[in-house]
């Protein structure tokens, strides 16, 4: 096997998602964010923006709230992830209430000014 090819090489990578112990087989510089939707499955986490801008990739890693298109893989090794899949429904709904409660306000707003 020639240097370039090892480095090709996949490699295993284990973390702890969402609670559960988890192995996945990937490159080391692949996104934290494609294996967590495509190996894992956990579809919750979605790709908006891709440059780490618009916080829909957004996960805990070991506490820290991180845009898991911006992370490779490798760095999540041996971390704690928690994905939104974990989150109760009434938490996952707050952010979405926010921005529509927000919506409402200013729109309530400019129309007292017309």
Known sequence: MTNKSK?????????????????VRAYTMERLLDVLRQQLELTGTKEGCGEGECGSCSVLLDGMLVNSCLIPVLQAEGANIVTIEELPP?????????RFW????????SARRE
Do not use: L
Not at 90 to 98: G, L
């Open 7 to 23: 480095q090709r090489a996949k490699t295993e990578i284990s973390f702890i998602v969402n609670g559960e112990p988890k192995t």
């Open 90 to 98: 009434e938490i996952r709904c707050i952010s979405c209430s926010r």
């Open 102 to 109: 927000n919506t409402v306000v200013r729109s309530a707003a």
